[in-house]
């Protein structure tokens, strides 16, 4: 059975809330722009927090690194750990108020060709539902 989970607010929708996602939905939150992050697991950026090595170190200097609109600290090494980079991860998600919608798996996505809204079916692994999101442009 689909459930229509009609987004009216919604310009943008992001699929995975990976680096790319988190860093897209806070540039457009500072442009007042409505978006939401559809995450599969139940948690951001998975592949920091479950497929990297412990000792791991970012290969890259820190000012090639960092996310939009937010810097590393002065203070911090020229490179961080995987825990520094989750907990500036963590803060970046609290500084910019994103919020993704976990356990939704993006099942397909088309293009309307009439209105030019873009419909992505997706299932919520959680409620067992499919919910469409609509976009408004």
Request: proline share 4%; glycine share 4%.
């Amino acid at each position: 059975m689909l459930v229509d989970v009609v987004v009216e607010q919604a310009v943008v929708v992001i699929v995975g809330a990976g680096l790319s996602g988190l860093a897209t939905s806070a540039c457009l939150n500072n442009l007042s722009i409505p978006n939401i992050i559809l995450e599969k697991e139940s948690f951001r950026a998975s592949l920091w927090k479950l497929r990297t090595y412990d000792r791991l170190k970012l290969h890259l200097a820190k000012e090639f690194c960092n996310l939009p609109h937010k810097p590393f600290s002065h203070s911090a090494p020229a490179y961080i750990s995987k825990d520094d980079f989750i907990r500036y991860l963590n803060n970046y998600v609290s500084k910019f108020n994103l919020s993704p919608r976990y356990h939704r798996l993006v099942k397909s996505a088309s293009c309307d060709k009439l209105t030019g809204r873009w419909q992505i079916e997706v299932e919520n692994n959680k409620s067992g539902e499919t919910e469409l999101y609509i976009t408004e442009f």
